[in-house]
């Protein structure tokens, strides 16, 4: 989701910005020493992606839904290319259509840029190790697409809270995005999978690099699940005023993040409930992305290509 | 010396095929050649060699002369500056946000100053016809005219040879008159590989007809298009614009 | 893609298009961190804000109604992630505030994007020093994105006059494969303009 402008406060908007600036400049230095072939590919691939996020795919009732396709462009091009690839259609999008607020940006590269396809990436990395084949790849690609898809709207709901945004915004963000993800998952599954069936060279072919570069990726979403863990547990573990008071005081947010916390009385429990509520939901999200993830293997891949040798991300 | 000299050329496609098959050409300087035959023939491979975008990894052996300098790894460069060439879709040429920036990337390459600059793009956008056509979107532009930017982006470098693949595909007849009428002017030696037969009659004294990489006729194009059963033989056929240009053929 | 319209019409020459591109870009930015700085509550600012950005608009010759028409399209999202503060202390009052102080600010990004086009803002970025190969993705990028869409919506118009069971997997399977497809197309024509680039020189 794209915030606008207004939402965020000066201090998170500028610390994200801070963030995503810097992570855009390792993402840059890293494609850089891709070879000048591909380039053109990068335009290519942003022009692709945000082609591909305006075509409507209709979900019910005059409601439709579309691709982000954080995931997608970093199987196809490669995580290092994806995040300048995001990155570059975030900026477009906003300064060409107003889609997210320009001191927004920072965030939004953050969220959508940043850390969707880099987890992703992490996620899709690990899975197709672990389950070889076409096959393999489509549960991975499909799992890591509602995995990024929910890492974006955690990033987002904690920018919101600690912006002062009523402390719903948590478990309202996660809960609808652990829905909005198996559509992504379906669509980069469907996608990735007739690109295969045509053209399997053009996946990015960095997965085929030694296994310790395969590490760094591994490593970096091992600590923002690590920080997702954190932000997500704590409140079950303290109270959740106490917990987010300590955080926000820490990094000098505490005045912004003052209405975040509930008056007194009775408050509490519900906010307990609900974290534990929203826990259990992801939980269960989770399982079920991934089993879903493996119908749509089997679904969109023929049985013949399924163990082929070679083909070993 | 002649402009472009091709010895006993062969190239094979990563898949096997073959796409060329010893081709010997020689074009003089300031010449008008057309290059035709049936689709696959290996014209458009052909053209590739002409300014070293093919074979992908140039070697010593230079099968390929420009003004009498083999084509090798290290003057690829300086060939590209005589050598112009113009791809069959102008929106792969055009790959500048602006008329004004792409026909300029040229230039830039070759480091003249900004005035420079901007002089030669102007110079080079009213000979095509497209003044004042400096901010517009590429997007924005007619077939036509998109091809003009083509040739002008060509022009700006100064190029002493101009390659063109299939120039007028894709035109309404006004389109075409207009490419044809610039072309005439333009002193340059040429290479076109068309399917117009038009073209070939009203442009190109002599025209080279391939099939499946082998360089089947070579001559004045007035003798090989008039030649019916050769034309039929290759995927062609006698263009009738022969019988009002030249009704005694 | 009517940014690409709106852009177009922005060729005629009011006093905004001769300010330089970068004054504009960061008279944007300054007035938006200004409007989100202010605290809550302070409708008469806001409606001086305004007021000021309509008087702007009329002298730069936009027309409201497209401002309008694009306020509209973006509105539903403020609205809905606003309305999480009815359910907060600030209340109505909050909700109001931030939903005033992020129209605002949208109102100035149209503005922005009605009176300048894509290509100052690039030459803006190149001034800054903008990582080479962030700028090259965004210019080529822009160049491209007409050219695809027009060939998404292609595609698309060729798979649906054959198709005749609507049902919607088979949709999503199509415009899946259309999609794919794009990819498959893009990623060919990036060799060529790579081929392109090269022939002209490119370093």
Same mark, same amino acid.
């Given at each position: 989701?794209?915030?606008?402008?207004?939402?965020?406060?000066?201090?998170?908007?500028?610390?994200?910005?801070?963030?995503?600036?810097?992570?855009?400049?390792?993402?840059?230095?890293?494609?850089?020493?891709?070879?000048?072939?591909?380039?053109?590919?990068?335009?290519?691939?942003?022009?692709?992606?945000?082609?591909?996020?305006?075509?409507?795919?209709?979900?019910?009732?005059?409601?439709?839904?579309?691709?982000?396709?954080?995931?997608?462009?970093?199987?196809?091009?490669?995580?290092?290319?994806?995040?300048?690839?995001?990155?570059?259609?975030?900026?477009?999008?906003?300064?060409?259509?107003?889609?997210?607020?320009?001191?927004?940006?920072?965030?939004?590269?953050?969220?959508?840029?940043?850390?969707?396809?880099?987890?992703?990436?992490?996620?899709?990395?690990?899975?197709?190790?672990?389950?070889?084949?076409?096959?393999?790849?489509?549960?991975?690609?499909?799992?890591?697409?509602?995995?990024?898809?929910?890492?974006?709207?955690?990033?987002?709901?904690?920018?919101?809270?600690?912006?002062?945004?009523?402390?719903?915004?948590?478990?309202?963000?996660?809960?609808?995005?652990?829905?909005?993800?198996?559509?992504?998952?379906?669509?980069?599954?469907?996608?990735?999978?007739?690109?295969?069936?045509?053209?399997?060279?053009?996946?990015?072919?960095?997965?085929?690099?030694?296994?310790?570069?395969?590490?760094?990726?591994?490593?970096?979403?091992?600590?923002?699940?690590?920080?997702?863990?954190?932000?997500?547990?704590?409140?079950?573990?303290?109270?959740?005023?106490?917990?987010?008071?300590?955080?926000?005081?820490?990094?000098?947010?505490?005045?912004?993040?003052?209405?975040?916390?509930?008056?007194?009385?009775?408050?509490?429990?519900?906010?307990?409930?609900?974290?534990?509520?929203?826990?259990?939901?992801?939980?269960?999200?989770?399982?079920?992305?991934?089993?879903?993830?493996?119908?749509?293997?089997?679904?969109?891949?023929?049985?013949?290509?399924?163990?082929?040798?070679?083909?070993?991300? | 010396?002649?402009?472009?000299?091709?010895?006993?050329?062969?190239?094979?496609?990563?898949?096997?095929?073959?796409?060329?098959?010893?081709?010997?050409?020689?074009?003089?300087?300031?010449?008008?050649?057309?290059?035709?035959?049936?689709?696959?023939?290996?014209?458009?491979?052909?053209?590739?060699?002409?300014?070293?975008?093919?074979?992908?990894?140039?070697?010593?052996?230079?099968?390929?002369?420009?003004?009498?300098?083999?084509?090798?790894?290290?003057?690829?460069?300086?060939?590209?500056?005589?050598?112009?060439?113009?791809?069959?879709?102008?929106?792969?040429?055009?790959?500048?946000?602006?008329?004004?920036?792409?026909?300029?990337?040229?230039?830039?390459?070759?480091?003249?100053?900004?005035?420079?600059?901007?002089?030669?793009?102007?110079?080079?956008?009213?000979?095509?016809?497209?003044?004042?056509?400096?901010?517009?979107?590429?997007?924005?532009?007619?077939?036509?005219?998109?091809?003009?930017?083509?040739?002008?982006?060509?022009?700006?470098?100064?190029?002493?040879?101009?390659?063109?693949?299939?120039?007028?595909?894709?035109?309404?007849?006004?389109?075409?008159?207009?490419?044809?009428?610039?072309?005439?002017?333009?002193?340059?030696?040429?290479?076109?590989?068309?399917?117009?037969?038009?073209?070939?009659?009203?442009?190109?004294?002599?025209?080279?007809?391939?099939?499946?990489?082998?360089?089947?006729?070579?001559?004045?194009?007035?003798?090989?298009?008039?030649?019916?059963?050769?034309?039929?033989?290759?995927?062609?056929?006698?263009?009738?614009?022969?019988?009002?240009?030249?009704?005694?053929? | 893609?009517?940014?690409?319209?709106?852009?177009?019409?922005?060729?005629?020459?009011?006093?905004?298009?001769? &300010?330089?591109?970068?004054? =504009? !870009? /960061?008279?944007?930015?300054?007035? +938006?961190?200004? %409007?989100?700085? #202010?605290?809550?509550?302070?409708?008469?600012?806001?409606?001086?804000?305004?007021?000021?950005?309509?008087?702007?608009?009329?002298?730069?010759?936009?027309?409201? &109604?497209?401002?309008?028409? =694009? !306020? /509209?399209?973006?509105?539903?999202? +403020?609205?809905? %992630?606003?309305? #999480?503060?009815?359910?907060?202390?600030?209340?109505?009052?909050?909700?109001?505030?931030?939903?005033?102080?992020?129209?605002?600010?949208?109102?100035?990004?149209? &503005?922005?994007?009605?009176?300048?086009?894509?290509?100052?803002?690039?030459?803006?970025?190149?001034?800054?020093?903008?990582?080479?190969?962030?700028?090259?993705?965004?210019?080529?990028?822009?160049?491209?994105?007409?050219?695809?869409?027009?060939?998404?919506?292609?595609?698309?118009?060729?798979?649906?006059?054959?198709?005749?069971?609507?049902?919607?997997?088979?949709?999503?399977?199509?415009?899946?494969?259309?999609?794919?497809?794009?990819?498959?197309?893009?990623?060919?024509?990036?060799?060529?303009?790579?081929?392109?680039?090269?022939?002209?020189?490119?370093?």
């Amino acid at each position: 989701m794209h915030i606008p402008d207004g939402f965020l406060s000066a201090r998170t908007a500028a610390a994200a910005a801070v963030l995503s600036a810097g992570a855009l400049g390792v993402a840059l230095n890293v494609a850089r020493s891709l070879p000048r072939r591909r380039v053109p590919l990068m335009g290519l691939t942003a022009a692709f992606i945000f082609a591909a996020q305006m075509i409507n795919f209709p979900i019910a009732a005059g409601t439709s839904g579309h691709l982000v396709g954080a995931v997608l462009a970093a199987v196809l091009v490669g995580p290092a290319a994806a995040v300048v690839v995001m990155s570059a259609v975030l900026i477009v999008q906003c300064v060409l259509l107003g889609d997210g607020g320009l001191t927004a940006l920072g965030a939004n590269i953050f969220n959508m840029a940043v850390a969707a396809p880099v987890f992703g990436y992490a996620v899709y990395g690990l899975i197709s190790r672990l389950l070889p084949g076409t096959r393999g790849r489509i549960v991975a690609a499909a799992f890591a697409g509602w995995c990024a898809t929910v890492i974006a709207a955690l990033c987002c709901a904690v920018e919101l809270a600690f912006s002062g945004i009523h402390w719903v915004v948590f478990p309202a963000m996660i809960n609808v995005h652990l829905l909005i993800g198996i559509g992504e998952a379906t669509l980069t599954a469907l996608i990735l999978s007739a690109i295969i069936r045509t053209r399997p060279e053009l996946l990015d072919a960095s997965a085929a690099e030694p296994a310790r570069r395969r590490m760094i990726p591994l490593v970096v979403a091992g600590l923002l699940v690590a920080i997702a863990l954190a932000v997500f547990i704590s409140p079950l573990g303290s109270d959740w005023p106490d917990g987010l008071e300590k955080v926000a005081e820490h990094f000098g947010f505490a005045a912004s993040s003052r209405t975040v916390l509930p008056p007194a009385l009775g408050l509490d429990s519900k906010i307990r409930t609900t974290a534990w509520a929203t826990a259990l939901a992801s939980a269960v999200g989770t399982v079920l992305a991934f089993g879903l993830s493996l119908l749509l293997a089997r679904w969109l891949v023929p049985n013949r290509s399924a163990g082929r040798n070679g083909e070993h991300p | 010396m002649n402009a472009i000299e091709i010895s006993d050329l062969h190239f094979r496609y990563p898949d096997g095929k073959i796409a060329l098959d010893g081709i010997s050409l020689s074009i003089p300087e300031g010449h008008t050649v057309a290059l035709i035959g049936p689709n696959g023939a290996g014209k458009s491979t052909l053209l590739l060699h002409l300014n070293g975008l093919l074979p992908e990894k140039l070697g010593q052996d230079g099968r390929v002369k420009i003004f009498d300098r083999p084509i090798t790894a290290k003057n690829v460069d300086e060939i590209r500056r005589d050598v112009g060439l113009l791809f069959q879709d102008p929106d792969d040429q055009i790959f500048c946000p602006t008329v004004f920036e792409d026909v300029a990337f040229g230039p830039q390459q070759l480091a003249l100053g900004d005035q420079a600059i901007a002089q030669r793009v102007t110079e080079v956008l009213d000979r095509v016809g497209l003044s004042g056509f400096d901010d517009r979107l590429p997007h924005h532009l007619s077939g036509g005219e998109k091809r003009r930017v083509c040739l002008a982006g060509v022009l700006a470098c100064d190029c002493r040879i101009l390659v063109l693949d299939e120039p007028t595909s894709d035109l309404d007849p006004r389109g075409k008159r207009q490419l044809k009428d610039l072309l005439r002017q333009l002193p340059a030696t040429k290479v076109i590989a068309t399917h117009d037969l038009e073209l070939v009659a009203e442009l190109c004294p002599r025209a080279v007809l391939m099939d499946a990489g082998r360089l089947i006729a070579d001559g004045p194009s007035l003798h090989i298009l008039a030649d019916e059963p050769l034309m039929l033989q290759h995927g062609l056929e006698k263009p009738h614009i022969l019988q009002h240009l030249h009704p005694h053929v | 893609m009517n940014a690409a319209h709106t852009e177009a019409r922005s060729l005629s020459r009011t006093w905004m298009q001769r &300010l330089p591109a970068s004054l =504009r !870009l /960061a008279a944007a930015f300054a007035l +938006i961190t200004a %409007v989100i700085l #202010l605290p809550a509550g302070h409708w008469r600012v806001y409606a001086a804000i305004a007021g000021a950005l309509v008087v702007i608009a009329a002298a730069a010759r936009v027309s409201m &109604l497209s401002v309008l028409k =694009r !306020l /509209a399209l973006l509105e539903p999202i +403020i609205i809905g %992630v606003a309305a #999480l503060s009815l359910l907060g202390p600030a209340g109505l009052r909050g909700f109001l505030s931030i939903l005033a102080k992020s129209s605002l600010c949208l109102f100035v990004m149209i &503005l922005l994007s009605t009176t300048t086009r894509f290509t100052e803002i690039l030459r803006v970025l190149r001034a800054i020093h903008t990582p080479w190969l962030l700028l090259t993705t965004l210019t080529l990028m822009y160049r491209y994105i007409f050219v695809l869409a027009e060939e998404g919506h292609r595609m698309r118009r060729a798979r649906l006059s054959r198709t005749f069971n609507r049902g919607r997997w088979r949709t999503w399977k199509n415009l899946g494969t259309v999609i794919a497809q794009l990819f498959v197309r893009s990623s060919e024509r990036a060799e060529r303009i790579y081929a392109a680039m090269c022939a002209r020189g490119w370093k």
